[in-house]
């Protein structure tokens, strides 16, 4: 599964019209992370206009499913 951390800091930097390039077939592993935390994973799929995360598995508090 591919992983890009960036910090707030670029991502306040990206502006519109400006791409975070990830390699072929991320769209299909996406991590949902919150402080450097695992909360679940998904892919990413189109919606009429718009991209969004279709959520696969949430995780338990623990991180390991359970």
């Known amino acids: 599964m591919y992983r890009k951390n960036v910090t707030l800091?670029?991502?306040?930097a990206i502006?519109?019209?400006q791409l975070l390039s990830l390699p072929t077939n991320a769209e299909l592993n996406?991590?949902?992370m919150a402080n450097g935390?695992?909360?679940?994973?998904?892919?990413l799929v189109q919606m009429n206009d718009t991209l969004g995360v279709e959520i696969h598995e949430?995780?338990?508090e623990s991180g390991n499913g359970e």
């Not at 935390?37 to 998904?42: A, D, E, P, Q, S």
């Open 9 to 12: 800091a670029e991502l306040e």
């Open 15 to 17: 502006g519109q019209q």
């Open 30 to 32: 996406v991590e949902i």
């Open 37 to 43: 935390v695992l909360l679940g994973n998904g892919e």
């Open 58 to 60: 949430w995780l338990s």
